[in-house]
């Protein structure tokens, strides 16, 4: 026949030592959950027994982990013809710059219909305007 033993009532004092070794385990543990952490803790030597849920607690890491970007709520329609989108970007200053014409950024459009790439190389970013004149 087996014999319950009375559980011993903490105080104040003891419940928050447990929290502060329950808290330090979980970053000791690469933030693994407090139900984790409480299993280890009855398996390892010199590990101090912790609190098994502590839900209502989620440490500053965990709580960024947990952060999802939201959806876009417009719907992204493709181009229906040639020259309708277009995507452009602009890289540089480029090191090293081109030979003769001492050129540093590139102009890269792309038509979002027919995939269409093309790639201007300029000496200064003011000169995107002109090159996307150009570009369809």
Known sequence: MKVKKKRKRLSTKGIN??????????RRLAHTSYPFVHKNSKVTRGMH?????????????????KFVRKKFNEVWER???????????VIGPI???????????????IDDYSRYLQAFVMKTQD??????NMAF
């Open 17 to 26: 030592k447990r929290l502060k070794a329950t808290r330090k385990w979980h």
């Open 127 to 132: 000169e995107t305007p002109f090159f996307m």
């Open 49 to 65: 027994q912790v609190f098994s849920k502590n839900q209502d607690e989620c440490c500053e890491v965990c709580a960024l982990a």
């Open 79 to 89: 181009a229906t013809r040639v020259g309708q989108i277009l995507h452009a970007d």
């Open 95 to 109: 090191t090293p710059e081109t030979f003769h014409t001492k050129k540093r950024y590139v102009l890269i459009v």
